[in-house]
Every structure is written in C-alpha cells, then in structure tokens.
C-alpha cells in the first residue's frame, strides 16, 4: 500500500514536471525575434515543424543521427575515449535495466512467456547491467574527482545525480546479495512451492542450498555426506531449478554474498534484505519523481537537441522553431565542459574571475536569463561581460557532444542585452565584425539602438561630443596635457606621426563612406596628432574610434611605425572607463 502512493506520487511529480519542463521550451525566449512569437504559436510551429520532418527525406537524416550521435554518441567518441566508454556503460545499463528489470511485468513478460528474474539468461544480464552502470558512475567519479578532468566544473546537481545512481545500483546488488544467503527468504519458498514435508527431504534439500547457492542456515553448516547432497540436488531438480539458476551467474550478488556470508544470520534477525527492497525501490522512485529536475534528463534533452539541430538550420526553419530548439538546448547541455576546454578566450579568466566566461557556466546564467526571472544589475553585467568575452570562434559549437548550437545562443544573448542592458561599448561599431554579419537577422531599429545608447552615453562624459560647435575654436588653452593621456610606451608612438594620411587613406571604415569625416568625424591621422597635441577630449569625440574594427591596417601601412591601432584602442579603453567610473 505505502510502495504502491510511493509510485503514484513519483509518477504525478514526474509527469506534472515533465509537463513544466516541455512547457518552457516554448514560453523562454532567447534572442529579440523570440519575444514577438506566443507560446501557442511556438506549440503549432513545432507540432507542424515534427510532421514536416517524418514524411519527408529529412527522416532518413533523423536516423542516421540517432543512431550514431544518440545510440552510439560518436561525438563523444570523437572527443574523449574514456568519457565514452563512461557514457555508453551509464546509458546502456541504465536503459537495458529499466527495460529488462524495471518494467519486467510490461516488456520482459511480453516478449519472454516463461520469464523468472531468478534463471538465465535474466539473472546474468541483470548483474551485466548493473554493474555496467556501476563501471560508469566509477568513472564519473574518477573523472570528476581523481583525474580533475580542466573545466569540469561540479555543481550540487552533478553531485546528486552520482549519489542517486549509485544508491540505486548499489542497494539492488546488496539486495540480491542478502536474499541469496537469507534463511528466511530459503524457507518461505519451500513452503509456498515446494510442497515437501518429510523431514529428512527437507534436510537434504536444505543441505544442498546451503553448499551449492550459499544459504545460510541456522541449523546446518556444511561438509554434508555425498549421499544428502545427492538427495538434495534430486529435490532440487523436481521442486526449485525451473525458477531458479545457479546463483553464480548472478556474478554481482553472488561475489558480495560470498563477503557477507559470515554475518548471514546477523543480517537475515535484522530483517536487512527488507529494507534494502525498501531503500532499492524508494530510491527508484526518488530517481523518477526527481529525473525531469536532475542532469539526468539530458538523456532526453540530448537526444532531442541532437535530433533537431540535424534538420533544423537558419534561414530556412522557421522562427518560432528556432526559438524553441534555443530553450530545449538550454536544457539539453549536460555540463561536461567540452566547451570550455576548447573556448578561445578562456585565458580572460586568469585575469577577470567571472564564470560566465567559460561557455559550460554561461549557458546556466542564461538559462535564468530566458526564463524571465529578475537579474541584478550585477548579475546581467556578468553575463554581459561573459558574452562579450567571445571571439565568435566556432570552436564551442563545433565540439558539443549534443550538438548545440551555441553560437547562434551567444549571439541572441547579446542582442538580448544590447537591447536591454548596459550600454555596450565593444558593440559600437556599426561595421563590427560578427554583429556587423549578423546584420539581416536583426530588425534595424534595433540594430541601431544600442549604438546610439553606448554613443549617448560616451558623449554625456564628453564635453566635446555634447558641444560640437566648440571643436573648431579650441584654443591652446583648452588642452590638457599630453601626458594626461595616459598611455602606453607603445600607444605613445603617435608622437612621430608626420601627418602622411597613409593610415585614413588604407582603413576601411574611412573608405566605406563618401564622406567620412561628416559620419566619423576626426579620421585616424587627424586622432594622432589629437593625440599628439594631448586634446583627450577631441579624441574621445570622434565617432573614428568608436567605429575602427581594429583591423591593424593603419598600423601596418604607417611609413613611421605608429602603434595607430593601438592608440585608437587605448584612447577607446580610457574614454570607457571615464564613462563607467563616471556614469554608471
Ligand atoms: S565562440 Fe566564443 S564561447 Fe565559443 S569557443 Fe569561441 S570564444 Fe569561446
Ligand atoms: S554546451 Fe555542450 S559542450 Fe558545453 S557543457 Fe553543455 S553539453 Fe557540454
Ligand atoms: S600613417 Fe603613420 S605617420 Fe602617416 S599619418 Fe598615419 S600615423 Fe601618421
Ligand atoms: S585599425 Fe586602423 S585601418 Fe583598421 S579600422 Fe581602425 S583605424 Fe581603420
């Protein structure tokens, strides 16, 4: 009756969870686009989107991957053997136990007529399979806690979900261990199927468990004489070996009964085999009722997200696809840390602690991002900085096991923050290189938006920016000195400038309009000798530095070795960080 509400309140938690959970794929919204497309819009878009995909060739895409990338993980394969072998003992065991052992009574029963758990091949898979998960979770821990794997990062969720398996494996191999030796489990089955009652059968029958399937009996200890055990193997014949196989199949048990045999009796007054079934299949449902909460649901999520990005592709799926697929990833990461391992820009994390730099961490901030809850004000500019801290390489995307598609995350992300957040520096270029590409996916009010809120912001520091007027009768005497500046040894190279013009005459923000200096103002040779005159805020005020994309062709074409990119960078760096001590 308790075990039978247990399961009952385990399935309602999972069910109701799992309804939470596929529901917020299609309430999070990532990314600008998402948030003009509802939930049922989503719901249709998707149901439509899967029917498309069935009856068309797409299927056979479908399958290939499931059956390399979600069956047989070649992704993981391709990057981390061991971690293979730990995913394909988990998944495998897990699975195959659940099918075979779990559900018994539904799927084993049906397909095998004459099914016992106690005869061959059953009792051997079972032990195969729990200890194939058990070679797993070992690994895990190894791993996680011996091998310190670099960027694997564990959080309590990971934690859990190691102690839950291992719980459950553990507990069923004690379990079948302390049957084995149970006089009281010994006895039970005599009376209700044997059907003896002379005594000295039952003797002879008792002996022969108690050598050959290692009972512990309160009231025969071995050697028995050849003549009882031959009597006994008789008996055992007619009456036990239908539901029963020898007990050393059950590897698993039969090796931990072995250990435990000495304190047999001990075990069996304190009823131990009892609880064990009670903390077996409690555990069981605990795992259940807590799945859709756990690491553990990317056994779903994963699947799906690898099945998805296989057929979905930008451009050609539809919107309100893409935004979806973008929150099922968010629940499909597994936080395995390949990412992070191969980001690009991880050094940063030397010098700037944030977490969110590492793409493995980013993806949990922005999981609250999407979900609409309120952030500080400090936790959104750490998510800011961590999506800033990008150099668009690829690299994360390209190696996720289950084959997110960060990138597009990243970019959606920071167009999200753009709009709403801290007015964003790095992002004011309006020919900035992966924004600037990005440019048709963004409606081009918002595109602008942020320039202009990062320009506002520049130019509420900035004198000069406010009063243009006053660029052209600036006096000497309007100068701060040049080494108000503030350079580096290397910046300070603008010094030499002679005034050439090769550097405005190569950049190509300069030659991508017809007149550059009504858009850009100060062209770079004329920031140089701003700079070499000490005029900080004339350079502050050029839109030059705010819109070069530091491709270092000034730099190098420059006949007198001018550091000119480097001068732009650190004026840009000093304007940034006067408005952020000042205004923010
Ligand atoms: S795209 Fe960005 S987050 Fe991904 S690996 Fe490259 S630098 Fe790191
Ligand atoms: S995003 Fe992919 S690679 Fe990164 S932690 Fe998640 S699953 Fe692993
Ligand atoms: S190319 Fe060099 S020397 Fe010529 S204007 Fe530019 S910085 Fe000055
Ligand atoms: S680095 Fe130099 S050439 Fe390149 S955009 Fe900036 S100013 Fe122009």
């Known amino acids: 009756m308790f075990l039978t509400a247990s399961l009952y309140v385990a399935l309602a938690i999972f069910g109701l969870a799992l309804i939470y959970k596929v529901s917020t794929w299609f309430r999070f919204k990532i990314g600008i686009e998402s948030t003009q497309i509802s939930t049922p819009k989503r719901f249709f878009a998707a149901v439509k989107g899967i029917l498309s995909t069935l009856f068309s060739a797409r299927i056979l895409t479908l399958l290939k991957v499931f059956l390399l990338d979600v069956l047989l993980q070649f992704r993981i394969l391709k990057e981390d053997t061991l971690r293979w072998v730990m995913h394909i003992c988990i998944y495998a065991g897990f699975f195959l136990l659940l099918f075979m052992h779990a559900l018994d009574k539904y799927i084993t029963v049906a397909i095998w007529k004459n099914y016992y758990s106690t005869i061959n091949p059953f009792m051997f898979l079972r032990d195969l399979f729990g200890v194939l998960v058990i070679i797993g979770v070992a690994i895990a821990i190894y791993r996680r806690f011996i091998l310190k794997v670099p960027r694997l990062f564990s959080k309590a969720m990971d934690i859990y979900a190691i102690i839950l398996v291992a719980v459950i494996m553990l507990s069923g191999i004690f379990l079948e261990a302390t049957k084995m030796i149970a006089y009281s489990d010994y006895q039970r089955m005599v009376n209700e199927y044997s059907g003896l009652s002379d005594p000295q059968e039952l003797k002879a029958l008792e002996a022969y468990w108690v050598k050959e399937f290692g009972t512990v009996s309160p009231n025969l200890r071995g050697p028995f004489d050849e003549k009882t055990l031959a009597q006994g193997k008789d008996l055992h014949q007619s009456s036990c070996a239908e539901c029963h196989a020898r007990p050393q199949w059950a590897f ?168 709403k957040g801290y007015p964003e520096f790095f992002a004011l270029s309006p020919l900035s290189f992966y924004r600037g590409l990005m440019r048709e996916e963004t ?142």
């Open 252 to 419: 698993a048990g039969y090796g931990t009964a072995k250990v435990i045999r000495p304190i047999g009796l001990g075990i069996d007054q304190a009823r131990l085999p009892s609880i064990l079934w009670y903390i077996h299949i409690l555990a069981c449902f605990v795992g259940l009722a807590y799945l859709p909460f756990s690491k553990m649901f990317h056994i779903f999520t994963s699947a799906l997200s690898l099945l998805a990005n296989s057929v979905m592709e930008k451009g050609k799926s539809s919107p309100a696809n893409i935004a979806t697929r973008q929150a099922l990833e968010l629940d499909a990461c597994t936080h395995c840390g390949t990412c992070s391992l191969r980001c690009s820009v991880i050094m940063a994390f030397e010098e700037i602690k944030n977490m969110n730099i590492f793409p493995s961490e980013k993806i949990a901030s922005i999981k609250a991002l999407a979900s609409g809850k309120e952030l500080s004000a400090g936790e959104l500019k750490h998510i800011q900085e961590g999506v800033y801290l990008c150099t668009n390489c690829y690299r994360c995307t390209v190696v996720c096991p289950v084959g997110i598609n960060l990138q597009d995350l990243w970019f959606n992300v920071r167009e999200t923050l753009l709009q």
């Open 443 to 584: 409606v081009q009010k918002d595109y602008e938006k942020p320039l202009i809120r990062a320009r506002e912001a520049i130019a509420s520091q900035c004198d000069l920016m406010k009063r243009k007027e006053k660029v052209l009768p600036l006096t000497p005497a309007d100068r701060p000195l040049q080494s108000g500046l503030n350079l580096s040894a290397q910046a300070k190279t603008f010094s030499v400038c002679f005034g050439c013009q090769t550097c405005t005459t190569v950049c190509p923000v300069v030659s991508n309009y017809e007149n550059p200096q009504e858009v850009l103002g100060l062209l770079p040779h004329q920031i140089m000798h701003a700079a070499g005159l000490g005029l900080r805020d004339l350079a502050f005020g050029s839109n030059m530095l705010w819109d070069c994309l530091t491709c270092y062709q000034c730099q190098e074409q420059c006949p007198q070795g001018v550091s000119v990119t480097d001068v732009l960078y650190e004026l840009k760096n000093l304007a940034i960080k006067h408005v952020r001590e000042k205004a923010l």
